[in-house]
């Protein structure tokens, strides 16, 4: 009820908005999930929904302004809002989301055409369907997004990349990203059980970045919520992936011994409380746990502030694409 209840205003804007139809264009569209980052709220599997309406134009939504053409569809636990836009357009909101408008030139490049292969590797591939059909979320579910106060800097890199895009084989890539390595990257079948040739691990340098090396000290309680396990009286590292970050945490409790996924317990306790599972210390005091590590994110792919370094050593966007993504290949949709 308390969810419903924030979108009364939109309710009433669109009932009191003309229907219109659709948008069609030529150019290459993308639908997005719009959804509160800190509250993601998606459709589940059978989810009884209906439409209650479109339009077009410039919305509120979480605090942040988005444009295009919209579908407002009730469900059983909420609202849901789609955008649908220009996928060019649309890439200026994700650069300035991900990376802004004071990174080296190369390195908006460089995140325009992963984003953008990234944007498009989703459309192909994405199974959602039914009624309600979007290609990616708005959020760090897939790669953030907003639709207001672009700066020129990154216009200007998304218009001089225009229609780039990552291929293997002929097909775009699923163009992973993230903030910082902390000097190795990831196999991307370590974190998403995908064997691709293009996702290895590479090394790097990323110490520009705030979360090159971390501490971060959390309550036992918040553990003990995040994996759903009782009475834990200890937590320490069990098995790493090929690039020593944390495959899985042993945890000991009054109970036995449970063996619990890394890059689960990230997910469920918060990407900001855990900023990586690249862990180099692990101590208890008192009723906290204090972790110690390097990065942020889950380290397969492009290392945005890598690319920010390479950037301004002189290396171009393509030089950039071509060290984290090797064997691809740079070609344009666009005719």
Same mark, same amino acid.
């Given at each position: 009820?308390?969810?419903?209840?924030?979108?009364?205003?939109?309710?009433?804007?669109?009932?009191?908005?003309?229907?219109?139809?659709?948008?069609?264009?030529?150019?290459?569209?993308?639908?997005?999930?719009?959804?509160?980052?800190?509250?993601?709220?998606?459709?589940?599997?059978?989810?009884?929904?209906?439409?209650?309406?479109?339009?077009?134009?410039?919305? %509120?939504?979480?605090?942040?302004? *988005?444009?295009?053409?919209?579908?407002?569809?009730?469900?059983?636990?909420?609202?849901?809002?789609? %955008?649908?836009?220009?996928?060019?357009?649309?890439?200026?909101?994700?650069?300035?989301?991900?990376?802004?408008?004071?990174?080296?030139?190369?390195?908006?490049?460089?995140?325009?055409?992963?984003?953008?292969?990234?944007? /498009?590797? &989703?459309?192909? %591939?994405?199974?959602?369907?039914?009624?309600?059909?979007?290609?990616?979320?708005?959020?760090?579910?897939? &790669?953030?997004?907003? =639709?207001?106060?672009?700066?020129? &800097?990154?216009?200007?890199?998304?218009?001089?990349?225009?229609?780039?895009?990552?291929? $293997?084989?002929?097909?775009?890539? /699923?163009?992973?990203?993230?903030?910082?390595?902390?000097?190795?990257?990831?196999?991307?079948?370590?974190?998403? =059980?995908?064997?691709?040739?293009?996702?290895?691990? +590479?090394?790097?340098?990323?110490?520009?970045?705030?979360?090159?090396?971390?501490?971060?000290? !959390?309550?036992?309680?918040?553990?003990?919520?995040?994996?759903?396990?009782?009475?834990?009286?200890?937590?320490?590292?069990?098995?790493?992936?090929?690039?020593?970050?944390?495959?899985?945490?042993?945890?000991?409790?009054?109970?036995?011994?449970?063996?619990?996924?890394?890059?689960?317990?990230?997910?469920?306790?918060?990407?900001?409380? /855990?900023?990586?599972?690249? !862990?180099?210390?692990? +101590?208890?005091? =008192? %009723?906290? $746990?204090?972790?110690?590590?390097?990065? *942020? =994110?889950?380290?397969?792919?492009?290392?945005?502030?890598?690319?920010?370094?390479?950037?301004?050593?002189?290396?171009?966007?393509?030089?950039?694409?071509?060290?984290?993504?090797?064997?691809?290949?740079?070609?344009?949709?666009?005719?």
């Amino acid at each position: 009820m308390q969810l419903i209840s924030k979108w009364n205003l939109l309710i009433i804007f669109i009932y009191f908005t003309l229907m219109l139809p659709p948008y069609v264009t030529a150019t290459e569209t993308i639908r997005v999930l719009i959804v509160d980052s800190k509250n993601p709220l998606l459709p589940q599997k059978n989810e009884k929904i209906t439409k209650i309406g479109v339009t077009k134009g410039e919305l %509120n939504l979480h605090g942040k302004k *988005y444009f295009g053409n919209f579908e407002v569809w009730k469900g059983e636990n909420g609202l849901y809002v789609i %955008n649908e836009l220009p996928l060019e357009d649309y890439l200026k909101g994700v650069v300035a989301a991900e990376v802004g408008s004071k990174w080296e030139e190369e390195a908006l490049k460089a995140q325009a055409v992963a984003s953008r292969t990234y944007a /498009l590797y &989703q459309k192909k %591939n994405n199974n959602s369907s039914g009624p309600l059909y979007y290609h990616l979320t708005s959020s760090v579910l897939h &790669q953030v997004y907003r =639709g207001e106060l672009i700066p020129q &800097q990154i216009i200007n890199a998304v218009n001089a990349t225009k229609g780039e895009i990552l291929l $293997y084989e002929g097909e775009p890539i /699923l163009a992973f990203y993230h903030s910082t390595s902390g000097g190795l990257t990831e196999d991307c079948v370590e974190v998403f =059980g995908k064997d691709l040739p293009y996702l290895k691990p +590479v090394e790097t340098n990323s110490e520009l970045s705030p979360f090159y090396i971390w501490e971060k000290k !959390i309550h036992v309680n918040d553990i003990e919520k995040a994996t759903n396990i009782k009475q834990i009286k200890e937590i320490f590292p069990a098995s790493q992936t090929i690039t020593n970050r944390v495959k899985d945490f042993k945890i000991i409790t009054n109970n036995g011994e449970y063996l619990f996924p890394a890059k689960d317990l990230r997910k469920n306790i918060g990407w900001d409380k /855990l900023p990586s599972t690249k !862990i180099t210390s692990l +101590v208890k005091e =008192g %009723n906290y $746990y204090i972790f110690q590590g390097k990065g *942020y =994110g889950h380290g397969v792919g492009m290392c945005q502030w890598t690319a920010q370094q390479m950037a301004k050593d002189g290396k171009n966007y393509r030089e950039i694409l071509s060290k984290f993504y090797p064997g691809t290949v740079i070609k344009s949709y666009v005719e």
